[in-house]
């Protein structure tokens, strides 16, 4: 007899499944930051999330930071984010694996004025309910 390959028939095979962790469970819990309404602007049609990491690392900016670094703010670093990830996205266009890109940005924290350079990584995949997602990731995340 063939194993159950489907997801059908494994439901049957294993039963229904405890629980799912969710993309909006994650957006809930705070794990992923939603940004479509600002990554609409840049261009996408999707809906676009951060990593916590990746909201902390490359877009938080306070009015303390700017006082005690530079003079940056929020918004300015969440473009910068989006628009770099949307030019990458337009050139891979049909490409189906991890997308990643560099971009420039002020450790937050400390007293550190120079940009730095990271990277960070595209993924694109399913949402809740089928629909193409893309989230932003630092490499080390999946």
Request: glycine share 8%; with cysteine.
């Amino acid at each position: 007899m063939k194993e159950a390959v489907n997801n059908t028939e494994q439901t049957l095979f294993f039963g229904d499944p405890i629980h799912q962790y969710t993309r909006a469970d994650a957006i809930a819990d705070g794990f992923l930051v939603d940004v479509t309404e600002v990554a609409k602007e840049a261009g996408f049609v999707c809906p676009v999330a951060v990593t916590n990491a990746v909201w902390e690392d490359c877009i938080e900016w306070s009015e303390d930071d700017s006082k005690r670094q530079t003079h940056q703010d929020l918004s300015g670093r969440l473009w910068d984010v989006l628009w770099m990830a949307f030019i990458i996205c337009q050139g891979a266009r049909g490409k189906d694996h991890a997308l990643y890109y560099s971009l420039y940005r002020v450790p937050r924290g400390g007293r550190k004025t120079k940009p730095r350079k990271t990277t960070l990584k595209i993924l694109t995949g399913p949402g809740d309910n089928g629909e193409q997602v893309i989230t932003i990731l630092q490499p080390n995340e999946d």
